[in-house]
């Protein structure tokens, strides 16, 4: 009896390194898992992009209708979860006490009482903030994206 192994008729060893068959399958195999985490975590950004802009758009609704309605915290509320429309749930719409600050100065509170912006009036101003928590389709776009988004907006009212 011999030891020796059985050869098989095909290509030798060296003919099977030599051959490129089947390289961009497996190419392909290394590198479809990343692309695959790379786009979700792109529809990931775009969601928490696209919630954000309908925030900011609900804030403003709110804010148009404390206008012409500054003591009516309860409208205001609701004008802003009718800009959300039916995807209103879990979000939150707190709209401020109508305050005082300088026109064109930012947010900074002034006395509402005589001129204190440079010798002019101030004007009364609402800020209303809606906010609504944002889970990422994929994990790792946790570790990116806030957990919370909010849109602000700030009116003046008469």
């Known amino acids: ?11 030798s060893r060296r003919a099977l390194f ?6 961009s399958a497996v190419e392909f195999a290394f590198i479809a898992p990343v692309m695959v985490l790379l786009l979700a975590g792109l529809a990931d950004i775009g969601a928490a992009m696209h ?20 003591t009516d915290q309860a409208g205001i509320t ?6 959300l429309g039916g995807s209103g749930t879990g979000t939150t719409v707190t709209a401020s006490a109508p305050f005082c600050a300088c026109p064109g100065g930012g947010t900074a509170v002034v006395s509402c009482e005589g001129t204190p912006c440079a010798g002019a009036p101030s004007g ?10 944002f889970s990422a389709i994929v994990g790792l776009g946790g ?4 957990s919370t988004l909010r849109g602000d907006a700030v009116a003046r009212v008469r």
Request: charged share 20%; glycine share 6%.
């Open 51 to 70: 919630q954000a802009i309908r925030l900011e758009n609900a804030a403003r609704a709110g804010a148009q209708f404390a206008m012409s309605f500054p």
């Open 1 to 11: 009896m011999s030891t020796r192994p059985v050869r098989l008729p095909g290509p």
């Open 124 to 133: 009364t101003y609402i800020a209303v903030t809606v906010t609504r928590p």
């Open 143 to 146: 570790f990116v994206l806030p």
């Open 78 to 83: 609701a004008a802003a979860r009718a800009a």
């Open 18 to 23: 030599r051959c490129r068959r089947g390289a």
